[in-house]
């Protein structure tokens, strides 16, 4: 048995400002700490369990948590491995459920002053299905595609919502509330109890797997009229306006692997 975990760094509580999450930023180092301490925290639920635990380093260059802090056992992806697995490199068919541990509201939504969806300063918002697209939808629909159930979320307050919208089952811990440009956070230490504890009882709880949809419409709208026309030469891909292009996919795969290469610059 074999869990995977997912880990941002905008979702961990405390974190509040974009120089949190970059090298050398003001914070940048506690906002590390505190992201290798929710992940080992839902290392220790899955590893209770009897679950081999494997950890994906999803920020930024993917170098951000400690894995001297990490329970032992625990293997840790770090880096990038240029696929269209992206966030959740490293899973396949082989694991019994995905964990997200950091995640963030997407861009294009109000619940967060850290709110995107990749790249910031790309786009102005994803939509699949008509629905506004977090990281955690995208990650989500790789899983499901490898027939693995997303089964826990921790991070903010309007991502917690938005995921219990799209996988009604999820288990979740909100870590802090966005308002405007600041954040209202639970302490450090209550939100590795809770994540350990979620972690715990999502997996005990056996969720079962979303089903597929019949096909995948995914929209981007960009911030640059440029970047929309380069990505509208992708195979099947139509630009609709000048910073919009829409795509198709019957699969969740195809999705995946189309939008790689159409925010590719």
């Not at 880096?79 to 997200?100: H, I, K, N, R």
């Not at 910031?120 to 697209?133: M, Q, S, T, V, Y």
């Not at 996988?167 to 954040?183: D, W």
């Amino acid at each position: 048995m074999k869990v995977f975990i997912s880990a941002d760094i905008e979702g961990v509580t405390g974190v509040t400002s974009w120089c949190e999450t970059r090298y050398g930023g003001q914070g940048y180092e506690a906002a590390c700490r505190q992201m290798t301490l929710e992940v080992a925290a839902a290392c220790r639920a899955a590893m209770k369990l009897g679950y081999e635990v494997v950890v994906k380093d999803g920020h930024e260059d993917a170098l951000n948590i400690d894995l001297t802090q990490l329970p032992k056992g625990v293997q840790l992806i770090r880096g990038w491995m240029t696929t269209p697995a992206s966030m959740m490199g490293g899973l396949d068919e082989s694991f019994a459920a995905a964990v997200y541990i950091g995640y963030h509201s997407p861009e294009g939504s109000d619940a967060s002053p850290l709110a995107h969806t990749m790249e910031h300063d790309l786009f102005n918002w994803i939509k699949i299905n008509g629905e506004l697209a977090s990281e955690f939808l995208l990650n989500a629909l790789w899983a499901t595609a490898h027939g693995v159930a997303s089964v826990f979320l921790s991070g903010d307050d309007g991502m917690c919502r938005l995921a219990q919208k799209s996988h009604p089952e999820i288990f979740t811990v909100a870590t802090k509330k966005g308002i405007g440009n600041a954040v209202w956070n639970i302490h450090p230490e209550e939100s590795i109890e809770k994540i350990e504890k979620g972690v715990e009882k999502a997996l005990e709880a056996g969720i079962g797997l979303m089903p597929i949809e019949k096909e995948y419409n995914m929209i981007i709208n960009f911030k640059e009229h440029q970047n929309a026309r380069r990505a509208s030469w992708y195979p099947g891909a139509k630009q609709t306006d000048s910073n919009t292009v829409e795509y198709t996919a019957e699969t969740p795969w195809k999705l995946s692997v189309a939008r790689m290469f159409m925010t590719e610059i």
